[in-house]
């Protein structure tokens, strides 16, 4: 009698239970999966599903005998989809948003022009202009035909007055023999305008790139590197109820090592990769300066670097630290943190397939990071890493992964209504939080201060509510913060966006909308009120002073401000200038005055 051919599914499906067990058979019942399927031709979607576990176990392996396996299936998996694409399978599949950057794939999208160059200068021969793409997008063409002629002698003749413009034949006769994409950047680059207008005018375009991943290092399936040691995770992996935040933020500070220039220059390669094979594109992965990127060993295989924005890319205000963690070798997330004086707005987000690798301990130690290099105590989590306008963040029940973490909603109604879940799952396991619920717990921003009493109850231990789970998705409801009347923290109602309003209004009200009357009114009204003369001043620490004119401005009394108050702003003003911001932000942080201005002003609209 024939023997069955196993499912893949089937496989598939122990596999990815497998990865998480632990007990004395596991690993080789781990080998005999992999063999066996191997050894099995899958479909599209069977295929995704082995990739994401391969890379699982390379970042969270279970011992020696694991690592040259799976990079040994890793590195040939270009030609598992070189066999589905030749018997003409549905490569679709590969284009979702948790699936692209595989081997041996494409992939399409509309870059900015920091990101354009770089990717072209990195694989000159894998990357091309989608044409077949653009042509039919209206407002593209429009921005065509205002901004080629400056490349291109004599196209208004055609462009301003013509209907079915042969587009691609004007840019062939402009280019001669070089590639097209690169010759339209470099024409960008070398247009006589700042960075910053350069991207504008290229953005503009809606520029469609399609970029073929081959067998190439960067791609998601490849894009690990070997690290000095590697960590083998013989017991079961730490869990959200495990991790007590404030605990892990009162151990000593991380050490955070400073890298040089070539070694901070290597990690913005590295994280530009990660971003681009994912669809992702962060200010400050794409613009990131490699002259300040540190370097912290966390322990458990955990590496995570960190970096801020040169100065001539700087937010007007706030200071800005991005970073990424690698697992045993392997780019697992992302990092994003934005402040002012001591409070900073934490963006984290671990990439779909390590989601169930120890997130938590993970994020306490991007926290522990980040209170090192900033001095932050009120850590801000937005609303859109809760479930503002994302349906991902609600379906894995994101708010109750802050929340048993110690954070609490910024809002006194949301607070209450937190509350009130917390009963129904404390009362009942298998209640689970409706999304219409979680989506008004979505509304408000989260906020965690390490100098209130919240720490301290959390520190002590907080009750166990049961095994129920608040989403389809989420992890058990284990352990919560308790349930107390509502509390109400400085920067609760504050926002920069509150601050840029004002100051429009203001511009609308007394300088008819005229953005350049504004600017020369206030830098006047605040270099008299503070008695300097910036004719020395650099260039860049001109821009500052013209950026925070526009706030002081609305200061009534800053004229009456103390001789010391005023010298510190001064300093404050100029250091967001300087190499890196973090002096600037913690200078920022011994200004009692202007922090509550900054508050007043930032409060309301």
């Known amino acids: 009698m024939p023997t069955k051919s196993p499912d893949p599914n089937d496989l598939?499906?122990?596999?990815?239970?497998?990865?998480?067990?632990?007990?004395?058979?596991?690993?080789?019942?781990?080998?005999?999966?992999?063999?066996?399927?191997?050894?099995?031709?899958?479909?599209p979607h069977q295929l995704i599903r082995f990739h994401e576990s391969l890379l699982f176990l390379r970042a969270l392996p279970h011992g020696p005998s694991e690592i040259q396996r799976v990079e040994n299936l890793l590195n040939t998996f270009h030609q598992r989809i070189e066999k589905l694409?030749?018997?003409?399978?549905?490569?679709?599949?590969?284009?979702?948003?948790?699936?692209?950057?595989?081997?041996?794939?494409?992939?399409?999208?509309t870059l900015s022009f920091d990101v354009a160059k770089w990717l072209t200068s990195r694989i000159p021969r894998n990357i091309e202009i989608a044409w077949s793409d653009y042509w039919d997008d209206y407002q593209a063409e429009r921005a065509r035909g205002n901004t080629w002629p400056r490349f291109i002698p004599l196209l208004e003749e055609d462009s301003d007055v013509e209907a079915n413009i042969p587009w691609s034949t004007w840019i062939d006769a402009a280019r001669g023999r070089q590639n097209a994409l690169a010759w339209l950047l470099n024409r960008f680059a070398n247009l006589p305008l700042p960075a910053r207008q350069q991207s504008e005018l290229y953005d503009?375009?809606?520029?469609?790139?399609?970029?073929?991943?081959?067998?190439?290092?960067?791609?998601?399936?490849?894009?690990?590197?070997?690290?000095?040691?590697?960590?083998?995770?013989?017991?079961?992996?730490?869990?959200?109820?495990?991790?007590?935040?404030?605990?892990?933020l009162s151990k000593p500070a991380p050490k955070l090592k400073k890298l040089s220039r070539d070694a901070g220059e290597s990690v913005m390669q590295?994280?530009?990769?990660?971003?681009?094979?994912?669809?992702?594109?962060?200010?400050?992965?794409?613009?990131?300066?490699?002259t300040t990127v540190v370097k912290a060993d966390l322990g458990r295989g955990v590496i995570m670097h960190f970096w801020g924005l040169p100065p001539t890319r700087r937010l007007p205000l706030r200071a800005y630290v991005a970073g990424y963690t690698q697992k045993n070798g392997v780019p697992i997330n992302y990092i994003e943190a934005i402040g002012l004086c001591e409070w900073i707005e934490v963006g984290f987000n671990t990439f779909y397939t390590y989601r169930q690798g120890e997130t938590a301990w993970i994020y306490a130690?991007?926290?522990?990071?980040?209170?090192?290099?900033?001095?932050?105590?009120?850590?801000?989590?937005?609303?859109?890493?809760?479930?503002q306008n994302n349906d991902e963040a609600i379906e894995s029940g994101?708010?109750?992964?802050?929340?048993?973490?110690?954070?609490?909603?910024?809002?006194?109604?949301?607070?209450?209504?937190?509350?009130?879940e917390e009963k129904r799952i404390a009362a009942n396991p298998k209640y689970r939080t409706p999304a219409r619920t979680l989506r008004r717990l979505s509304e408000a921003h989260m906020f965690y201060e390490l100098n209130r009493k919240e720490a301290a109850k959390t520190a002590g231990g907080a009750a166990t509510i049961g095994k129920?789970?608040?989403?389809?998705?989420?992890?058990?409801?284990?352990?919560?913060?308790?349930?107390?009347?509502?509390?109400v923290g400085p920067w609760d109602t504050f926002s920069a966006r509150n601050l840029g309003l004002r100051i429009n209004r203001r511009m609308a009200r007394e300088f008819s909308g005229e953005s350049q009357k504004i600017r020369q009114a206030s830098t006047a009204t605040v270099t008299q009120a503070l008695g300097i003369n910036p004719h020395r001043w650099t260039p860049l620490q001109k821009q500052s002073l013209e950026n925070w004119?526009?706030?002081?401005s609305e200061i009534p009394n800053l004229t009456r401000w103390t001789p010391e108050e005023k010298h510190q702003l001064i300093r404050i003003i100029r250091a967001k200038s300087a190499s890196t911001e973090m002096p600037y932000l913690r200078q920022s942080q011994h200004h009692p005055r202007l922090r509550s201005e900054l508050l007043r002003l930032g409060s309301t609209v």
Not at 18 to 33: D, V
Not at 85 to 109: L, P, Y
Not at 374 to 384: D, F, G, L, M
Not at 549 to 552: A, E, I, P, Q
């Open 365 to 387: 130690q991007a926290l522990r990071c980040l209170r090192a290099l900033t001095n932050a105590k009120c850590i801000s989590i937005y609303p859109y890493q809760i479930g």
């Open 270 to 290: 590295s994280i530009r990769e990660i971003m681009v094979v994912r669809y992702r594109e962060l200010y400050g992965t794409t613009l990131g300066d490699p």
């Open 12 to 43: 598939l499906t122990h596999l990815e239970a497998a990865k998480n067990q632990f007990n004395p058979g596991r690993s080789a019942k781990i080998q005999k999966l992999l063999t066996q399927l191997s050894k099995l031709q899958l479909d």
């Open 204 to 248: 503009s375009l809606r520029l469609p790139l399609r970029w073929n991943l081959e067998n190439l290092k960067l791609s998601r399936t490849r894009n690990w590197t070997t690290p000095r040691r590697f960590f083998f995770h013989q017991s079961p992996l730490i869990q959200r109820s495990e991790v007590n935040l404030a605990q892990e």
């Open 468 to 487: 129920g789970t608040t989403s389809s998705r989420a992890a058990k409801a284990a352990k919560l913060p308790s349930a107390s009347a509502a509390e």
């Open 398 to 420: 994101a708010f109750w992964f802050y929340r048993k973490l110690g954070f609490r909603p910024g809002r006194p109604d949301l607070q209450k209504l937190c509350q009130r």
């Open 85 to 109: 694409r030749a018997a003409k399978a549905d490569m679709s599949v590969f284009d979702d948003f948790d699936a692209s950057g595989i081997v041996g794939t494409s992939m399409q999208d």
């Open 549 to 552: 004119s526009l706030v002081l």
